[in-house]
């Protein structure tokens, strides 16, 4: 079966601190790898990761596609207040289906 | 103007109710989702439709029941409701069946008592 692991679970960290959220996949007809934000409602999207884009950057944030490794990581520096929430990783497949992982929650201390 | 909004955003009723969600998107958007998260925060697909189309279809319930009046427009209707299907309800869309891109609704917290 088709699955995403995100890893840590949580994080607690103060404001000015870099953290660095891993997701792996073990998805058979892998296309793209997907990372969204959520705070209190709607998960956000962030990035977009495939073959032909495995590194991407906005701002603070930043996402690399390990595709030997069957992973990824996202990148946040100088962490803020407003970074917390909850980070989703998602794998699409050739059928065009998200499957997400349970994602990893972010806590930025003043 | 929200791109993408689901009525209620919270849903109490008691076991063996039917209920519906209401989603829409003003997006122009030809696809849309239903996704359940589980109180462990899993996001799983229920259903996607495009163009009215229904083109997955995941092991869910047949008490579940997806309806698109049109491609704006994805509603989900529950019958029989069990315990089990307490649950934040997402919609979302994306621009196309082959889009990886979705776009996501505030949300329906929908408790069974």
């Known amino acids: 079966e088709d699955k995403v692991v995100q890893s840590p679970l949580s994080l607690v960290v103060h404001e000015g601190d870099t953290v660095t959220l891993n997701c792996s996949y073990e998805?058979?007809?892998?296309?793209?790898l997907l990372w969204y934000k959520q705070e209190k409602k709607a998960p956000t999207f962030l990035f977009m990761l495939?073959?032909?884009?495995i590194e991407k950057k906005s701002g603070r944030l930043s996402s690399i596609l390990d595709k030997k490794e069957l992973s990824s990581i996202l990148n946040i520096t100088a962490t803020q207040t407003g970074d917390s929430a909850i980070y989703l990783c998602?794998?699409?497949?050739?059928?065009?289906?998200?499957?997400f992982g349970s994602g990893t929650r972010l806590l930025v201390r003043p | 103007d929200t791109a993408v909004s689901q009525t209620p955003k919270y849903l109490v009723t008691q076991m063996g109710n039917d209920k519906s969600i209401k989603c829409e998107q003003n997006?122009?958007?030809?696809?849309m989702y239903w996704y359940k998260q589980d109180s462990k925060k899993f996001l799983k697909i229920m259903f996607s439709?495009?163009?009215?189309?229904?083109?997955i279809n995941e092991t869910v319930p047949n008490r579940f029941s997806p309806k698109s009046p049109d491609k704006a427009h994805l509603n989900l209707h529950i019958n029989s409701l069990e315990l089990g299907d307490s649950a934040v309800y997402f919609c979302?869309?994306?621009?196309?069946?082959?889009?990886?891109?979705?776009?996501f609704g505030p949300g329906t917290r929908l408790t069974v008592t």
């Open positions: 998602a794998v699409g497949d050739s059928s065009y289906k998200l499957i």
């Open positions: 979302a869309s994306s621009q196309d069946g082959v889009s990886y891109e979705q776009y």
């Open positions: 495939t073959s032909s884009g």
């Open positions: 997006l122009g958007h030809d696809t």
């Open positions: 439709y495009n163009n009215k189309e229904l083109i």
């Open positions: 998805v058979t007809n892998f296309r793209s």
